[in-house]
Every structure is written in structure tokens, then in C-alpha cells.
């Protein structure tokens, strides 16, 4: 990445998680990047593309700036799920409750969104619940057999967006962390459902 595309992402990933992508203005990314209009529309043409940008970034580095961070400390599959919801727990505590979560908050915000933009949409929020289902596989039999692990990955994910957007709205962490404790309750009933015996 080059030192202006570099600059111009960072700046937009902070705008936009700060202000949203409506109320962001190319003014905003020229002040906050210290870079002439000139430089910025030669990397990105339009807004559009400054977007488009952000959320290839956060797509491409979800391992690096979310998932190793989440999990450095931790080998439990299971865990490394929790582990993952306890990051966004901090985020939200260490934002007096005003957290969002940056795809999450594009994807609230954005209701009608250009194709391109639809897809790495979805594109982030399929890494995401990706991520999710490598843990369960890796949790082997500790989960019941037939287990639809596609849907407990993308339950996982309504949970945190969930927790976070009712946190967020209240500036209440309890309301997190109740939907977090309803998952790890799941979670202990599939596991006591698969040492059953058949």
C-alpha cells in the first residue's frame, strides 16, 4: 500500500467509525491526512472508492487486526469465540458504550448501497462468521453431530452486532454482556447435548 493510499485508508476507517460515511466529508479526509486533494483523488477518484478501500482493508486484515490480537493467548476453540466477543466487550467498555462496530455501522448505515459495496459487505461479515466456523470445527465432538455450523457461526455474529448496537444505544455494557452470557448458555446445552449418549 502506498504512503498516501495508506494515510487516506487509516484516516477514512477513523472518520468513518467516528462520524459515519454520510457525514464524512472529502474536507474531513484532506485535514486529517494533511495530503492536497490533488494527491487523495489520484489514489481514490471518488468517496465511493475511499469506501470501497476501507472495506477491502478491513476484509483483508481481519486475521491481523481482529482475530490474532483476539486469540494470541488462547487454544480452546470455543474460547477463542468468546475470547473474540470479550475484544468487542473492551472496545465498548473502553468507549464510555459509544463502540460500533465499523462493518456493522456501514452496513446500518448505508441502506441502499452500490453492488460493489454490498459485496465486501457481505464479504466481511462471511470472514467473520468463517473465522466462527473454524472454531467449531476445531471443537470436533464437542458439538452435537449435525450441528448446522453456518448458522451457529452467523447466530454468533447477531449476537455481538446485537450486544453491540443495544450497548451502544443504552451506553450499558449489561446488555452485551447478556447476550453473551445467552450464547455461552447455548453453547454449554450443545456441548451437554453431545455427550448424551445416543
Not at 71 to 76: F, G, I, T
Not at 174 to 198: G, N, S, W
Request: net charge negative.
Amino acid at each position: 500500500m502506498s504512503g498516501a493510499r495508506e494515510k487516506i485508508i487509516q484516516a477514512a476507517m477513523e472518520l468513518f467509525w467516528l462520524k459515519g460515511y454520510n457525514s464524512t466529508s472529502i474536507a474531513d479526509l484532506l485535514s486529517r491526512t494533511q495530503l492536497n486533494s490533488g494527491s487523495l483523488y489520484h489514489v481514490f477518484p471518488s468517496k465511493q472508492d475511499v469506501l470501497i478501500g476501507v472495506l477491502e482493508t478491513y476484509r483483508d486484515g481481519i486475521r491481523e487486526m481482529l482475530l490474532e490480537p483476539s486469540w494470541s493467548h488462547v487454544d480452546d476453540p470455543i474460547e477463542k469465540i468468546f475470547a473474540l466477543l470479550n475484544r468487542y466487550r473492551t472496545m465498548i467498555v473502553e468507549t464510555d458504550c459509544t463502540y460500533g462496530c465499523p462493518i456493522g455501522s456501514l452496513a446500518l448505515e448505508l441502506h441502499e448501497p452500490d453492488p460493489r459495496v454490498r459485496q465486501l459487505l457481505a464479504e466481511n461479515f462471511q470472514n467473520w462468521t468463517a473465522a466462527i466456523v473454524g472454531c467449531l470445527d476445531a471443537a470436533g465432538r464437542r458439538l452435537p453431530r449435525g450441528t448446522d455450523k453456518q448458522a451457529l457461526a452467523q447466530f454468533v455474529l447477531t449476537a455481538m452486532e446485537g450486544g453491540v448496537m443495544q450497548a451502544r444505544t443504552h451506553l450499558d455494557v449489561a446488555y452485551f454482556d447478556r447476550a453473551v452470557e445467552q450464547l455461552r448458555a447455548h453453547f454449554e446445552l450443545l456441548e451437554k447435548a453431545a455427550k448424551a449418549p445416543a
